[in-house]
């Protein structure tokens, strides 16, 4: 037996939602919970991101809009059964879509304010069966990090600090151009003013979710520790030759220190995106730079899963955040997005031989792996987005306002190339005159008949959602590209975190090469073979499984099975 420091039951790895969830349904089973984070702040990506969880059927959708029915419907025709993604399975998805709407009635109950994303953030593949065409989204509200207290200065910053629901902060962009949209702006204002001088500190999205986590994980009395990376899994072997996790290893006072977990370990330590070297091995084509992760993301615990018998699995996704590098992207907390670019009416993109080859609308993980695939058999990282004088007059562009002068180092770095002519566009880019104009030329013919007969963009409501609002139907995403000066910036396959780790079971207990579980260990979010395979089925589908299949694990190591929570 091994010779513990200290014991808890519930010995959690990393501290992002997945961890926070499973922590609070322990206490509330009356166990002991400690959280383990290897960097100096609480949150983990889930912090960083916007937050969202994506739940079929869950309760602030009005009732009969959508059912378990529909949900297991849609991910089974979206993501399928493929030996290549054994991180999913049918039972797994079914787990989820029963379990999440009652892990955010459990978190509710907890005290965690949560509400609905929106009424129009509509699944990225709404055409198949059971898809939604409103949104399966919930989110946090606005926190004040203050009420944290000692522990505000340890949340992870967010990316949206300012009292601003994530819904209405998608809006802002139109305020230039509806009144209704002016005063949302103003209202924001207002209430920024009065944060600061009340001594508030709002933030919205991932760190909302996050802070009001943390908050209930303080108040329930879950022993939180940052700067404390776990070293080591112990690994304790039965008569029967049978294995079995019973604590971890960290650092103490610059020496090792045992924590002994009674029931079990979850590990929940985000993925691998800052390790160039895993990435070369399983990803190769990308870029640590280019991922908005935070700094601890370097796949210490899937090397330390694989070691004592996990297997990995589905390690050569990613859940894409397609960026283009404007001047400082590298110092920006968070590079400037490319999604919203594209997606507008009066842009495209085009790979290095100027050709056009996706949908530049649709899925942020689909976009960015065809990126990295057309890369394969043409340069494509970068590729272009080629604008009009149209985009820039009424879009933003790399975080700059719509119609805003274009800044100065913009040009004179060459990042933004403009010319009057497509084809002098293309001499910019070293691509083809002919061939661009020609891809231009047919872009603008598919406008004209309102279909794009290539890639269907706009057939979506996801792509609609992604254009302009205040246009309907396919006309939000799709617009001629005619008016000169003609401008392109470059496009890369960024990532807010990996999507493959281990394999595991329906209560998210880790699996080796046999299929059988290694007794003690569980394992929930990027760290693991996603649940939803090789598929990104809507807004939140990696928050929300973290957080749910975090809650499944700590019901079964408790014991809990159906018992009301």
């Known amino acids: 037996m091994a010779d513990f420091d200290e014991t808890f039951d ?139 207290g000692a522990w505000s200065s340890k949340l992870r910053q967010g990316f949206l600090e300012v009292p601003v629901k994530l819904d209405d902060g998608m809006k802002l962009a139109y305020a230039k151009y509806e009144w209704k949209y002016k005063w949302l702006l103003a209202k924001i204002a207002v209430k920024v003013v009065a944060g600061k001088l009340t001594g508030k500190h709002w933030v919205t999205a991932g760190a909302a979710l996050q802070g009001r986590m943390l908050q209930q994980a303080l108040a329930k009395g879950i022993d939180i520790r940052v700067d404390t990376g776990v070293k080591e899994l112990i690994v304790q072997g039965g008569p029967d030759g049978s294995k079995r996790v019973t604590g971890v290893v960290v650092e103490k006072d610059g020496r090792p220190w045992q924590i002994g977990a009674n029931l079990g370990v979850l590990v929940n330590a985000g993925g691998f995106a800052h390790n160039q070297e895993m990435r070369d091995r399983y990803m190769p084509g990308t870029r640590s730079e280019w991922s908005m992760t935070p700094e601890g993301d370097t796949g210490d615990m899937h090397k330390e899963l694989e070691r004592i018998g996990g297997v990995l699995a589905q390690m050569d996704e990613m859940v894409g955040f397609q960026m283009t590098r404007a001047p400082g992207w590298e110092k920006d907390y968070v590079a400037p997005g490319a999604q919203s670019i594209t997606a507008k009416p009066h842009a495209i993109l085009v790979d290095q ?24 058999i043409a340069p494509a990282t970068p590729s272009w987005a080629i604008l009009d004088q149209q985009y820039m007059d009424r879009y933003a562009l790399a975080n700059g306002g719509a119609g805003k002068k274009i800044p100065e180092n913009w040009k004179s770095t060459g990042y933004l190339k403009q010319a009057d002519t497509i084809e002098d566009l293309a001499r910019l880019i070293g691509v083809d005159p002919d061939t661009l104009s020609a891809t231009v030329d047919r872009w603008n013919t598919f406008v004209d008949k309102d279909n794009d007969d290539d890639f269907h963009r706009g057939d979506r409501r996801y792509d609609q959602f992604l254009g302009d609002h205040m246009r309907e139907d396919k006309k939000r995403t799709l617009g001629r590209i005619d008016k000169a000066p003609f401008y392109a910036v470059d496009v890369v396959p960024g990532d807010v975190s990996t999507y493959g780790g281990v394999i595991t079971d329906t209560n998210s207990r880790v699996l080796k090469g046999d299929g059988t579980v290694i007794e003690g260990l569980y394992a929930t979010g990027v760290t693991t073979a996603s649940p939803m395979g090789r598929v990104y089925p809507g807004a939140g589908a990696s928050v929300g499984p973290s957080m749910c299949f975090g809650w499944i694990a700590a019901k079964h190591a408790a014991g809990l099975g159906n018992t009301p929570l």
């Open 353 to 376: 031989t100027g050709v056009r080859y996706l949908n530049e609308g649709g899925s942020y993980e689909e976009y960015c792996e065809r990126m990295v695939k057309r890369n394969l």
């Open 10 to 148: 519930w010995v959690v790895v990393g501290s992002g939602a997945g961890s926070m969830s499973s922590g609070l349904l322990m206490r509330q089973a009356g166990k002991s919970v400690v959280i383990l984070e290897k960097t100096k702040f609480v949150g983990g990506t889930t912090c960083k991101s916007g937050g969202v969880m994506w739940v079929p059927n869950n309760p602030f959708m009005d009732p009969g809009e959508d059912s378990t029915e529909k949900g297991i419907t849609y991910l089974d025709a979206v993501v399928g059964d493929d030996s290549d993604a054994p991180g999913t399975s049918h039972e797994k998805r079914l787990a989820y879509v029963t379990e999440a709407p009652k892990m955010v009635e459990f978190l509710l109950k907890q005290g965690v304010k949560l509400e609905r994303g929106s009424h129009f953030w509509p699944d990225y593949y709404d055409e198949y069966p059971g898809g939604c065409k409103s949104s399966r989204t919930v989110t946090a509200l606005p926190f004040d990090k203050k009420e944290l």
